[in-house]
């Protein structure tokens, strides 16, 4: 199983302190750091410095780290046009030197649209869009060189783009998409998906979402064993009973709770809850850092769990 570091900015980060997490996780062998796409922050917290935007903070770590994956948990199809935003990933990539992978959702955070003036359709028209945007994402990326790209869409309707520029990845960077919507959100999957996360769900409720994107995919005669499996889950590791009681206050948690409903306890008990996870079908996973001061977090992790899973 893979590990990859998973950070929400909104909650109250600037550029140096999310590069410094990202340096850090390169430096002790973490598969890859993601950020989430939200403009406002959640909960008590201050939020202070106040948001930063994913893309921009991806281009920097772009050329401030050299091997760590970089991607998003998930932007907010409602924050961009698709053609724009495929320029950016492609850009990104490019700076990266092919290190970019794009986590794209509908968006759901009503409050931060309004505070910052994004339209916020209905959940319906959100979906339309996202499978919209999919279309011409991966439409542009694909379009051989040298040809042009329309798409007469409902909401993005595009004439005799050049489609440039290109990603260095090819065919393309992996598209993640994930959710427990029961119908569409399996069936966009299906046929968009590289990867699909699960966000801060149980393992029963994992079982029965890959089984909906896995029959999904057969209705298409895909082969599910072409995607890649994930879930995401809050931290809370430590070597002893006060160590993990510390992580969880600095976080506003109890250790109980984030023991029944993240990956929390110490070494020993984040490896079998991590065994929970893979048994089902699990291939990554993505531990959320609250506490971005906490540099010693990811460096116990590294040392005791990482070497672990195999």
């Given at each position: 199983?893979?590990?990859?570091?998973?950070?929400?900015?909104?909650?109250?980060?600037?550029?140096?302190?999310?590069?410094?997490?990202?340096?850090?996780?390169?430096?002790?062998?973490?598969?890859?750091?993601?950020?989430?796409?939200?403009?406002?922050?959640?909960?008590?917290?201050?939020?202070?410095?106040?948001?930063?935007?994913?893309?921009?903070?991806?281009?920097?770590?772009?050329?401030?780290?050299?091997?760590?994956?970089?991607?998003?948990?998930?932007?907010?199809?409602?924050?961009?046009?698709?053609?724009?935003?495929?320029?950016?990933?492609?850009?990104?990539?490019?700076?990266?030197?092919?290190?970019?992978?794009?986590?794209?959702?509908?968006?759901?955070?009503?409050?931060?649209?309004?505070?910052?003036?994004?339209?916020?359709?209905?959940?319906?028209?959100?979906?339309?869009?996202?499978?919209?945007?999919?279309?011409?994402?991966?439409g542009l990326w694909a379009t051989p060189p040298g040809e042009t790209f329309d798409h007469p869409g409902r909401y993005y309707p595009i004439s005799d783009s050049p489609a440039l520029p290109k990603p260095?990845?090819?065919?393309?960077?992996?598209?993640?998409?994930?959710?427990?919507?029961?119908?569409?959100?399996p069936r966009l999957a299906a046929r968009y998906a590289d990867e699909f996360n699960l966000p801060f769900v149980s393992v029963t409720d994992t079982v029965a979402?890959?089984?909906?994107?896995?029959?999904?995919?057969?209705?298409?005669?895909?082969?599910?064993?072409?995607?890649?499996?994930?879930?995401?889950?809050?931290?809370?590791?430590?070597?002893?009973?006060?160590?993990?009681?510390?992580?969880?206050?600095?976080?506003?948690?109890?250790?109980?709770?984030?023991?029944?409903?993240?990956?929390?306890?110490?070494?020993?008990?984040?490896?079998?809850?991590?065994?929970?996870?893979?048994?089902?079908?699990?291939?990554?996973?993505?531990?959320?850092?609250?506490?971005?001061?906490?540099?010693?977090?990811?460096?116990?992790?590294?040392?005791?769990?990482?070497?672990?899973?195999?």
């Amino acid at each position: 199983m893979e590990l990859r570091i998973f950070t929400e900015p909104q909650q109250g980060a600037d550029y140096e302190q999310l590069l410094a997490v990202a340096r850090r996780a390169e430096e002790t062998g973490y598969g890859a750091f993601f950020r989430s796409d939200h403009y406002l922050k959640m909960g008590s917290v201050s939020g202070d410095p106040g948001p930063t935007d994913a893309w921009t903070t991806l281009a920097g770590l772009a050329r401030d780290t050299d091997r760590i994956r970089l991607g998003t948990l998930m932007t907010a199809a409602t924050f961009r046009l698709p053609g724009p935003l495929a320029i950016t990933v492609a850009q990104v990539d490019a700076m990266s030197g092919g290190r970019v992978e794009l986590g794209i959702g509908t968006g759901w955070f009503a409050e931060e649209h309004t505070a910052y003036g994004i339209p916020f359709p209905s959940l319906g028209e959100r979906f339309d869009r996202l499978e919209e945007q999919l279309a011409v994402i991966t439409g542009l990326w694909a379009t051989p060189p040298g040809e042009t790209f329309d798409h007469p869409g409902r909401y993005y309707p595009i004439s005799d783009s050049p489609a440039l520029p290109k990603p260095v990845q090819r065919p393309r960077p992996p598209i993640l998409l994930g959710g427990m919507g029961p119908k569409r959100t399996p069936r966009l999957a299906a046929r968009y998906a590289d990867e699909f996360n699960l966000p801060f769900v149980s393992v029963t409720d994992t079982v029965a979402q890959f089984g909906r994107v896995r029959d999904a995919c057969a209705e298409i005669g895909r082969d599910p064993a072409e995607l890649t499996w994930s879930n995401a889950l809050v931290l809370c590791c430590g070597r002893n009973e006060e160590e993990i009681a510390r992580r969880a206050a600095a976080i506003g948690r109890e250790p109980d709770e984030l023991r029944a409903n993240g990956l929390a306890g110490t070494p020993a008990e984040v490896v079998d809850r991590l065994g929970e996870y893979a048994a089902v079908g699990s291939q990554r996973v993505y531990l959320q850092i609250l506490d971005l001061a906490d540099l010693d977090h990811l460096d116990l992790v590294a040392a005791d769990v990482l070497p672990q899973l195999g």
